[in-house]
């Protein structure tokens, strides 16, 4: 073999081992790609849409009602699996579920995302300090907050999903769209 295509070889080994480097750290701590196995998220997010996953926004900025995250779920569910819900109700505040309607503080959410109102009531709970109240968008049929008997600590939330990239006619922003009426 000649000197040519032996350095040929080396170096596109080199370009591979360097290109699998820089994957793994930007999967590990900045970006990351997750299937959607379930319909708690419709009409939002389908079944098997894959997401964006941006892991590293919260060391930068506090979680925002509306904020679609994914997430480890509380200890007290039992499950291996990382969930994916949208922020509704913050620390500190009072949150309830009556009328088809989500209320924070008293105030009902304008929630263009869902397909259905809420067919159930909930609370009023007030959401403890360093804790979240997520739902998913498919509020009737969503193992969620409303459900669990638990609260979901900031600190089991792994990044943001902020876009869905495949299958291509689904790409789409995932935009936090919630408003107060």
Known sequence: ?????????????SIIVIAFILAMILRT????????????????????DR???????????ELQRGDVIVFAPPEAIHSPDDYLKRVIGLPGETVEMK???VYINGQALNEPYIA??????????????????????????????????????KDHVKGKAFMIYWPIKNITLLDREVTFR
Do not use: C
């Open 29 to 48: 701590f900045i970006v990351e790609g997750r299937i959607i196995p379930t319909g708690s998220m419709l009409p939002t997010v389908q079944l098997q």
């Open 1 to 13: 073999m000649s000197q040519d295509v032996k350095d040929f070889f080396k170096e596109m080994i």
């Open 99 to 101: 009328d088809g309607n």
């Open 51 to 61: 997401v964006m996953v941006n892991k590293f926004i919260y060391r930068f900025t």
């Open 116 to 153: 259905e109102a809420v067919n159930y009531e909930f609370g009023p709970v007030v959401v403890p300090d360093d804790s979240l109240l997520v739902l998913g968008d498919n509020r009737n049929s969503s193992f969620d907050s409303h459900l669990w008997n638990a609260w979901l600590k």
